[in-house]
């Protein structure tokens, strides 16, 4: 995945970088492998770790290497969505009425200014969804049946969701195959994972046997002492969970939301853009070594 340019690069279109071909082998339905669709729920119980802007830039990162995404926002605070330009009260129809209406996804999905990343925003109803859904049939199902009907529209589908472990956090993990983990380099960073990765397997276990941890990523990673102390520790319990590129504390990264722009967007040459480059390409090699709809 070679660094875009410029902006006018990232949205072009132009053939594959060659860093991201492969071999043509067939998956299930009969599909190339390379096309069948892999979908990642972005989560963390914890408030602050970088999760939706991991999942904004992953997403976009993906899209300017030409793989077709999709990224969902199931966050009532609707930042994924702002952060590509689309206010969270421009967002209707949203995913909101995909979950308690039934709308079909591709009806709420919106174009984004990279032509191969599209949303499903989140709206502020959402806010109210967790109760809304609480005495319905099949609540846990809802993103699932929805996210199945498009999926093969896309290579990758990216599903951020709000920083806790309720329902609509259920619902990203029931319909995901693989799930990436945002830690942020701090003290209290082990005991919050084991909280997420618990979740991870009552889901596995009751719900959606194929899930899976894709890789734990590391964020907000600062130059000192504590941060490198908390870094060997979570590679020494997850040694092949933990992707090998860390997302630095940068301050052009923090700035790109209130532009409405992901970072490669915003400043291509900054040393957050870089790495959310390098972890894409991560992902990709990660997903294609595994099997995509493994």
């Known amino acids: 995945m070679p660094m875009p340019s410029s902006t006018s690069a990232v949205a072009a279109r132009g053939p594959r970088p060659a860093s991201l071909r492969h071999a043509p082998t067939r998956g299930k339905r009969g599909l190339p492998e390379e096309l069948m669709p892999r979908i990642i729920t972005i989560a963390n ?14 997403a976009a990162s993906l ?10 926002d199931v966050d009532p605070q609707g930042n994924a969505g702002s952060a590509l330009g689309i206010p969270r009260d421009d967002a209707e129809p949203s995913v909101y009425e995909v979950l308690l209406d039934g709308v079909p996804l591709a009806e709420v ?6 032509k191969f990343l599209d949303l499903a925003p989140a709206s ?3 806010v109210g969804a967790e109760l809304e859904l609480a005495g ?7 993103l699932a049946r929805a996210v199945a009907a498009v999926a093969a529209e896309y290579e990758y589908v990216l599903i951020d969701c709000p920083p806790s472990l309720g329902l609509l956090t259920l619902n990203g993990l029931v319909a995901a195959q693989g799930v990436i983990i945002p830690i942020q380099c701090e003290y209290f ?11 991870i ?25 504590l941060a490198q102390q908390v870094e060997d520790e979570i590679r020494k319990h997850f040694k092949k969970e933990v992707f090998k590129t860390v997302i630095p504390r940068n301050v052009r990264l923090s700035e790109s939301p209130s532009h409405g722009k992901p970072i490669l967007l915003y ?13 894409a390409r991560e992902v990709v090699r990660r997903v294609d070594r595994a099997g995509r709809a493994a």
């Not at 999905?109 to 990279?114: G, M, S």
């Not at 009552?202 to 719900?207: P, Q, R, T, Y």
């Open 45 to 58: 119980q914890k408030g602050g770790v970088g999760k939706t802007t991991t999942a904004v830039n992953l």
């Open 136 to 142: 319905e049939e099949g609540r846990e199902q809802r």
């Open 109 to 114: 999905v919106k174009r984004t200014e990279l």
């Open 201 to 225: 397997d009552l889901v596995k276990g009751a719900a959606n046997p194929r899930l899976q941890v894709d890789g734990i990523v590391l964020t907000m990673h600062a130059a000192n002492n």
């Open 189 to 199: 960073a082990l005991e919050g994972l084991a909280d997420v990765l618990r979740t």
């Open 63 to 72: 899209a300017a290497a030409e793989r077709r995404t999709l990224l969902i």
């Open 124 to 126: 502020r109803h959402l």
């Open 267 to 279: 400043d291509v040459s900054s040393k957050g853009c870089q790495s959310y480059l390098e972890l």
